[in-house]
């Protein structure tokens, strides 16, 4: 009797999936280098970085490079797919549709951009382009506030933007790269420059002592949560090493551009507070996360860095700068950590925070660009005098982003605790003419709006909290008379919607249902009020806990105003 085998199975002969282009894969190693001869290529905290190289390269990313790169990288397409359409600067483009056109031209939706006219420039410029040859967006706050409103061709920023000027700048193709003016290592050095760094290196000023300086000063992070620079300093040193230093420059508050303001002026004093910061903690690395909205500003850090290593103040690769890309919510912490690491910026579930456990799972040290600013000239001119430059009982300096209905928008370096209308008129050159102050944002887009009547409240930490709004980065936005609120609530409650990252119910569902309760006829307030204290109580980050802050504020403090409007029933 013969016994039969069983037939073998078949066999696949290549994994599942698309099959892999092989000259994508060699144009792929040819513009991002071989990872077979270098494996830290292969790192996924490089993941965003490789997108950005293909972008450029490309105008769009084609699935078939995708493919590549997860290959390249030996991560699933899967987790390629997700980062690169997280991210609104990231064009995926299937495998069945037309790339998109050559030239995209971006409109500035923020509220101080659509008070200057952003609706009618990007109806005009749609209505005027070519489909196939340039398409017209709308965007996110550029950080240009200042010069509203602004455009962006490719990557270059017209300020002021008119439609007859954009249009030109598209007709002639001369998109010239950014001319900044700043600081260099040679003149920084020669007024005293990173002779703080190098007493820290030498031990001449302790770590101690420093952060007992910047206590006195009353030195809190600048980028919003105001939290002491010192406290957090120690509770990064509290943790075991290895651990790593982090600069948010990825200001993305709609109003805010002060730390554009000072990069773009002084690149190795923001540098030298972020190395001494590194410092204090012992960090193994120092990352600066900069959005992708300043591509001169990338040059220029770039090149300071450069200069950093050239004179032996930094060892090659101490320093790493990385930029965003295009992603609001990457200015919280945890989903900035997320984003440097290669992922979609999604933030995380606290405890444990970022001293604890941050990048690459180590304690973190995350500080603002302007907190970092601030360090070298604290103790170069001595905490007593910073602090004593307060006004109304607060201390130090705030730099003020304003913009809106002002003569004079822009920066402004004023006394924290200085009020609204001394601000106005102290440093920005009273109303714009033909202008009544109606309201204020003190915070940008989420830290609420103030009517005219509350002007004369100090401008600060822990002064705003009680009328329900908070300082924030100190992005203000001045409202007039001219302006119309319910236009305002909707502007500002789109942006939330639009940048929410997705990730918890209460604030994905929320500010879309919210957006769609303010653009009916009628609000329904009960409503309203309700899913703003689901929002707040239940959103994982602050972008769902602050996002109904603008429309709590009008209902609060503009009431008379919706009721006249006939926007809600009189009370």
């Not at 602090?387 to 004023?414: D, E, Y």
């Not at 009273?430 to 109606?438: I, T």
């Not at 609120?485 to 918890?504: H, I, K, P, W």
């Not at 307030?525 to 802050?549: F, H, K, T, W, Y």
Request: hydrophobic residues 40%.
């Amino acid at each position: 009797m013969t016994v039969q085998s069983p037939p073998s199975k078949r066999r696949r002969g290549r994994p599942r999936g698309r099959e892999l282009a092989p000259l994508a894969l060699s144009g792929l190693r040819a513009l991002l280098g071989d990872e077979r001869a270098d494996p830290t290529l292969r790192r996924r905290d490089r993941l965003i970085e490789h997108l950005h190289a293909l972008q450029d390269a490309h105008g769009h990313l084609a699935m078939a490079e995708l493919r590549a790169l997860a290959s390249y990288m030996g991560l699933p397409m899967a987790a390629i797919f997700e980062t690169a359409t997280f991210y609104a600067h990231f064009d995926v483009v299937h495998d069945d549709q037309a790339p998109p056109p050559a030239l995209t031209v971006r409109v500035c939706d923020s509220l101080s951009c659509r008070l200057a006219g952003a609706e009618a420039l990007h109806a005009r410029l749609a209505a005027g382009a070519d489909p196939a040859e340039v398409r017209v967006l709308r965007a996110p706050c550029m950080g240009r506030c200042d010069t509203a409103p602004v455009a962006a061709v490719r990557h270059h920023h017209v300020r002021y933007a008119t439609a007859e000027g954009v249009e030109a700048v598209v007709d002639t193709g001369h998109v010239h790269p950014e001319a900044i003016l700043w600081q260099r290592l040679a003149d920084y050095r020669a007024a005293g420059g990173y002779r703080l760094l190098a007493a820290c290196r030498e031990g001449s000023v302790t770590v101690e002592a420093l952060s007992e300086e910047l206590e006195r000063a009353g030195l809190r992070g600048l980028g919003g949560a105001g939290f002491p620079t010192f406290r957090k300093w120690q509770a990064v040193r509290a943790e075991p090493g290895p651990r790593y230093a982090v600069i948010n420059a990825d200001e993305g508050e709609p109003g805010t551009f002060k730390d554009r303001f000072y990069l773009e002026r002084e690149p190795h004093r923001c540098l030298e507070g972020a190395l001494v910061g590194a410092w204090s903690v012992e960090a193994r690395a120092l990352y600066i996360y900069l959005r992708d909205e300043y591509p001169g500003l990338h040059r220029v850090l770039a090149e300071a860095i450069a200069e950093l290593e050239a004179a032996g103040l930094a060892e090659p690769g101490y320093i790493v700068l990385r930029r965003g890309a295009g992603a609001y919510i990457c200015g919280e912490e945890s989903a900035l950590i997320e984003s440097l690491e290669g992922k979609p910026g999604k933030p995380r579930h606290r405890p444990p925070f970022v001293a604890q456990r941050g990048l690459f799972d180590r304690p973190t040290l995350v500080n603002n660009v302007e907190t970092a600013y601030w360090i070298p000239l604290i103790h170069e001119q001595g905490a007593d005098r910073f602090a004593g430059q307060g006004r109304h009982g607060r201390k130090g300096l705030r730099s003020f982003s304003v913009s809106g209905r002002v003569a004079r928008p822009g920066v402004h370096l004023a006394p924290a605790g200085i009020t609204l209308n001394e601000l106005i008129e102290e440093h920005c050159g009273g109303m714009a003419e033909g202008h009544r102050l109606l309201g204020y944002l003190p915070g940008g887009a989420s830290g609420g709006i103030l009517p005219a009547g509350k002007a004369d409240i100090p401008l600060d930490f822990d002064t705003l909290q009680e009328h329900g709004c908070f300082i924030g980065s100190a992005a203000v936005i001045v409202l007039s008379d001219q302006d119309d609120l319910r236009e305002v609530a909707t502007s500002l409650l789109a942006f939330f919607a639009d940048e929410s990252c997705g990730q918890c119910t209460p604030c994905r569902v929320g500010t879309e249902k919210m957006l769609t309760l303010l653009e009916r006829e009628h609000w329904d307030v009960a409503m309203l009020e309700r899913l703003s204290r689901v929002m707040a109580d239940a959103s994982i980050c602050g972008l769902g806990q602050a996002a109904p802050n603008p429309v709590l504020s009008l209902l609060r403090d503009f009431r008379g105003e919706l009721e006249a409007r006939q926007l809600i029933a009189r009370g």
